[in-house]
C-alpha cells in the first residue's frame, strides 16, 4: 500500500462541518436521537453507493464490449459516498487531513479494498479504520481522474439537493 504524497486540498473541515448541519436536520427529521443509533445503516447505505459507482465505472463488466461511461454520474455516485463517509468522519473525529491511498493501480482491487475497510469499519469503527477508509476512498477518485476540486463542487451540489428534501419531508 502506498501513500500518495501530496494531501488533498480540498477543505475537509468546511465539508464535515456542513454535512454536521445535514446530518441534524435528517435526524430530527426523522425524530432520531443520535448518529450512534443509525451508524451501521449509514454504513450499509455507503456499501451500497460504492456499489453504484462501480456499476457507473464498469472496469468489473468483463463481458461487455460498449461499455459508455458517463462521467457526471460516476462523479454523482463519488459525492454520494464521500457524504455517508464524512459522517464517520465527523462522529468518530477521525481528522480533517487525509492523504489518497492507491492500494493498486487496478480500479477493481481498489474498490475491493474500500468495501473491505468499509466492512471492517461498521464491524469496528474506530478513527483509524475511518481514516483509512477515506483514505482509500480519495484513492479511488485518484484513480478515477476525479481532481479535489470536482469532489468539492459535487458535494455541495447534492449536499443542497438532500438539504431541500429534508425541507420537503423526502
Same mark, same amino acid.
Given at each position: ?74 462523479? %454523482? %455516485? ?93
Amino acid at each position: 500500500m502506498k501513500n500518495e504524497k501530496e494531501l488533498i486540498k480540498m477543505n475537509v473541515k468546511k465539508l464535515l462541518t456542513e454535512q454536521n448541519k445535514l446530518d441534524k436536520m435528517i435526524l430530527k427529521n426523522a425524530g432520531i436521537a443520535s448518529f450512534h443509533d443509525v451508524r451501521e445503516k449509514i454504513g450499509f447505505a455507503l456499501l451500497v453507493e460504492l456499489g453504484e459507482l462501480a456499476n457507473e465505472v464498469q472496469t468489473f463488466k468483463y463481458w461487455k464490449k460498449n461499455q459508455n461511461i458517463d462521467r457526471k454520474k460516476i462523479l %454523482e %455516485e463519488y459525492s454520494d459516498g464521500i457524504h455517508f463517509l464524512n459522517t464517520y468522519v465527523f462522529n468518530f473525529e477521525a481528522g480533517e487531513e487525509f492523504n489518497p491511498i492507491i492500494f493498486s493501480k487496478d480500479i477493481n482491487k481498489q474498490f475491493l479494498e474500500v468495501y473491505k475497510n468499509i466492512l471492517i469499519m461498521i464491524e469496528k469503527p474506530d478513527k483509524e479504520i475511518i481514516k483509512l477508509t477515506y483514505e482509500l476512498y480519495l484513492g479511488l477518485a485518484s484513480l478515477l481522474g476525479i481532481s479535489d476540486r470536482e469532489i468539492e463542487t459535487e458535494y455541495f451540489k447534492k449536499n443542497l439537493v438532500n438539504q431541500n428534501r429534508v425541507k420537503q419531508n423526502y
